[in-house]
């Protein structure tokens, strides 16, 4: 038995939907109203820092994610099946949050033409329309469209989202179920907010789905000049950090000596036991959906594997840094990494399948005794470091790596021009990307030194 909807979408259009009968009750006013939007292929955008969009294009592709993916300014465009948003949300290191978009893009150069086809799409797919709901918090971006003036955008949001709370408390008002109202989100949960773009007269509407991706479950700690966790792990996965885990048999080291909180030793560590960045403990957005289901995300939960490196056991990350205080805000980070990184259930046991170790010791003297080490640091740089001050770490650091030649890489993150002057030596630009709005540089030594005339770069 199947029962047919019809509905319309953000073009006016009417459209049947044809669907299986699973109860022999029948479907509540709620029910037949969210239906329609129950299996719609999800439409996204994917942010991640500047400078590191081809680079999360890539991972999501790398995890096998079904869907279509565009590297864009910003960030991803993805197009996929109804889990694309929850394992881009649980798996990508690189995503620091999603926009859902709501119905389909549309020309718009008239304020009535702008209520209009808001008034059309599904609100009700997404937010609770409850009397209780407060308005979403809008935020606008215009650009070369006619519609330009934010503070009327966002009052005329604000007019449809209480439009259609009153619109959809009339078509429950006779219904007995009104437990079914909110569908499957918390009717008590504050909105998501709204993001409208508008662009040369085409507007694209969107919800918050997934944010403060970022945050790691982990990160408690913080310490000076940090690097952001995506920023982290874009860096560690453009060293060949995997690619010599793959080929070594003597073991490889990862040392980095700024090491500040530990992001990069900690995402490095992440990356190699192949944890997913993302937890299910933690309420996103999209679990609010009147839509979402807890049933179907809790199986695409229960499907993540987790596949450490196969020779995982052969790595040895090191940190280390001259300021005491940030070697204890990395161990304390690393400690709570243990304790909520994923295990089978009944398994407390909070040992590691390789080394990681944190302390406080100076570059030179640590520099003596790493074997088959590979340089992953965000060297300090900006206000706090000092300029005098950097200048002598830029020439100690660049004698340190000079005085071996068996690095297996050297690898750093820069925002001044006067380290590599500083430092003797030869490097080339592997990534430039923003770090909490400062333009940073991913470096890598070229194996030579170099001497850099005034203003070269």
């Known amino acids: 038995q199947a029962f047919c909807l019809w509905f319309r979408d953000g073009d006016g259009r009417r459209r049947k939907v044809?669907?299986?009968?699973?109860?022999?009750?029948?479907?509540?006013?709620?029910?037949?109203?969210?239906?329609?939007?129950?299996?719609?292929?999800?439409?996204?955008?994917?942010?991640?820092?500047?400078?590191?969009?081809?680079?999360?294009?890539?991972?999501?592709?790398?995890?096998?994610?079904?869907?279509?993916?565009?590297?864009?300014?910003?960030?991803?465009t993805a197009e996929g099946p109804e889990d694309i948003l929850w394992r881009i949300a649980l798996r990508s290191r690189l995503a620091e949050s999603v926009r859902l978009e709501i119905g389909d893009p549309f020309h718009v150069t008239r304020e009535g033409a702008f209520l209009g086809n808001l008034h059309s799409m599904p609100w009700e797919a997404y937010y609770q329309l409850t009397p209780a709901a407060q308005p979403p918090r809008v935020s606008i971006h215009t650009s070369n469209s006619r519609l330009y003036h934010q503070n009327m955008?966002?009052?005329?949001?604000?007019?449809?989202?209480?439009?259609?709370?009153?619109?959809?408390?009339?078509?429950?008002?006779?219904?007995?179920?009104?437990?079914?109202?909110?569908?499957?989100?918390?009717?008590?949960?504050?909105s998501p907010p709204m993001h409208v773009q508008l662009q040369y007269d085409q507007c694209i509407v969107g919800v918050m789905a997934a944010q403060n991706l970022c945050r790691r479950r982990y990160r408690k700690a913080v310490g000076t000049l940090p690097?952001?966790?995506?920023?982290?792990?874009?860096?560690?996965?453009?060293?060949?950090?995997?690619?010599?885990?793959?080929?070594?048999?003597?073991?490889?080291?990862?040392?980095?000596?700024?090491?500040?909180?530990?992001?990069?030793?900690?995402?490095a560590l992440g990356i190699a036991l192949g944890h997913p960045p993302g937890g299910p403990q933690g309420l996103q957005p999209f679990a609010?959906?009147?839509?979402?289901?807890?049933d179907r995300y809790e199986q695409v939960v229960a499907s993540l594997r987790v596949m450490p490196h196969e020779n995982v056991e052969r790595l040895t990350l090191v940190g280390t840094d001259a300021d005491p205080t940030e070697v204890d805000a990395a161990q304390r980070n690393l400690h709570r990494f243990v304790r909520r990184m994923p295990r089978p259930v009944g398994d407390d046991s909070t040992e590691l399948p390789c080394t990681v170790s944190f302390f406080h010791s100076p570059m030179q003297r640590v520099a003596k005794h790493v074997r088959n080490c590979l340089i992953v640091t965000n060297i300090p740089y900006g206000e706090a470091a000092g300029r005098d001050r950097a200048k002598k770490l830029y020439r100690d650091f660049g004698r340190m790596v000079q005085s071996r030649t068996d690095w297996q890489g050297v690898y750093v993150v820069s925002a001044r021009r006067e380290f590599k002057a500083m430092s003797g030596l030869e490097w080339r630009v592997e990534l430039r990307f923003s770090n909490g709005g400062i333009r940073v540089e991913l470096l890598r030594w070229t194996g030579r030194t170099k001497t850099y005339a005034e203003g070269e770069d």
């Open 18 to 76: 044809r669907a299986p009968l699973l109860c022999a009750q029948p479907m509540s006013k709620a029910a037949r109203i969210l239906a329609p939007h129950t299996v719609a292929v999800k439409r996204l955008f994917v942010r991640t820092s500047g400078g590191l969009e081809k680079l999360l294009e890539r991972e999501l592709q790398s995890l096998q994610i079904p869907g279509a993916f565009e590297a864009v300014d910003g960030g991803v």
């Open 153 to 190: 955008l966002k009052e005329k949001v604000r007019q449809v989202f209480e439009a259609k709370r009153q619109e959809f408390a009339k078509t429950l008002a006779d219904d007995d179920d009104r437990a079914t109202a909110v569908g499957g989100g918390d009717p008590e949960a504050p």
């Open 227 to 267: 690097l952001r966790e995506t920023c982290a792990a874009a860096v560690v996965l453009k060293t060949p950090m995997l690619k010599l885990l793959s080929e070594t048999t003597d073991g490889i080291s990862v040392w980095d000596p700024f090491c500040r909180s530990g992001t990069i030793i900690t995402e």
């Open 288 to 294: 609010h959906f009147p839509t979402h289901s807890r």
